[in-house]
């Protein structure tokens, strides 16, 4: 079989560890007999999975007792409704940094006051907004930690004078994070700790109850932190997939570990993107993500960006074409994606540079 390598941008790759395992379980579940897709979620099967799921996300983030890990249907795009179901009273300000950021600002001004305190849309989001003041009168603040299409990142964890929300869909698990000073990360799993279909929510508890405004039942977080994320049928399957991902985390020495070796696959790119004369990043150096690494043709090479394409896919690349509101090439180096699939990109863009002399 052809070696490929695997840079989309979501749903991601995946550790070979967990799809092994898979492939055991969807045919015997535990020794039920059962494949993993028919087990019921009210098994004692299952509630050691869903125990053994929030476990694993609260020694890997270090959660303090502050903090409930839930489990829920559906994308983060539909976090950003319940977001501001949950904690919008008054007024809320969002940190504005890329289409999905813009995209939670909008849910929430359907719901009351809500505005964008800073923004990079100036410049296409190549850059994270720097020397705003964050209002004390806020219900909350809202940061999107990574933007997937621009490739830009915020690399710590802020100090917030009110509640900090953030959505951390496509970083979450790439760096050590201070939970104790959020009142909630939220996120979809397929970007780096599971396949689609699920999103995890970390809620500071004493932080709900806050709004006058009726909730559905089913959009208010009270309600599945009460039932363990099993008010209705969870998505099973995604999740069992997310904690064999986290073991595999785990096993690959936690956090700290896959931050370092996250950083190291950044560097190698990027180092490569700057010397190489073909091409170049599009985010400032200072807010580069090292999750999304975009870059473009360098000037006058413009009409080679369809044989780079082209010579990547024939050397087994799989998905490192740009969004289209920034073009060119977009890298997605994720946990499980490896520094030799990297090294292979690198190697694909010196034979291109070779090739153009």
Not at 46 to 64: C, Q, S, T, Y
Not at 75 to 102: C, I, P, R
Not at 144 to 165: A, F, K, Q
Not at 325 to 330: A, C, H, I, L
Request: hydrophobic share 40%; aromatic share 10%.
């Amino acid at each position: 079989m052809k070696k490929v390598h695997v840079f989309n941008a979501g749903p991601c790759i995946l550790p070979d560890q967990a799809i092994d395992q898979a492939i055991k379980d969807l045919k015997d579940f535990r020794g039920t007999g059962i494949s993993v897709l028919s087990v019921s979620h009210r098994s004692k099967e299952w509630g050691e999975v869903m125990d053994e799921v929030r476990a694993n996300w609260k020694e890997l983030l270090n959660i303090p007792d502050t903090h409930e890990v839930v489990f829920l249907g559906g994308g983060a795009s539909l976090q950003f409704l319940y977001v501001a179901m949950n904690f919008l009273e008054k007024k809320a300000a969002y940190l504005d940094t890329g289409t999905w950021a813009h995209k939670a600002l909008q849910q929430a001004q359907g719901l009351g006051d809500a505005y964008a305190i800073a923004c990079s849309k100036d410049r296409n989001y190549c850059y994270i907004p720097k020397g705003y003041e964050i209002p004390t009168d806020l219900d909350y603040f809202h940061i999107t930690t990574n933007n997937t299409i621009y490739g830009t990142e915020i690399h710590s964890d802020m100090d917030c004078p009110v509640p900090l929300i953030a959505d951390m869909s496509s970083d979450i698990m790439s760096r050590p994070v201070d939970v104790s000073k959020y009142a909630m990360i939220y996120g979809g799993a397929q970007k780096n700790v599971g396949p689609a279909g699920v999103i995890f929510a970390i809620i500071r508890k004493d932080a709900l109850g806050k709004v006058s405004r009726y909730i559905p039942v089913m959009l208010d977080y009270r309600t599945h932190i009460d039932k363990g994320s099993m008010y209705n049928t969870p998505p099973v399957f995604s999740i069992y997939i997310m904690n064999e991902t986290l073991k595999w985390i785990k096993g690959m020495g936690g956090v700290e570990k896959m931050h370092e070796i996250d950083a190291k696959k950044a560097k190698t790119l990027y180092d490569e993107i700057d010397r190489n004369s073909m091409f170049i990043g599009t985010a400032d150096k200072e807010d580069r993500s090292i999750m999304n690494v975009c870059f473009v043709m360098a000037p006058g090479k413009e009409d080679l960006e369809g044989d780079f394409l082209a010579l990547a896919k024939e050397r087994g690349m799989v998905g490192i074409k740009g969004h289209r509101s920034v073009g060119g090439f977009r890298a997605s180096i994720y946990n499980a994606c490896t520094q030799e699939d990297v090294e292979a990109l690198v190697s694909c863009m010196k034979e291109f540079e070779q090739m153009h002399k």
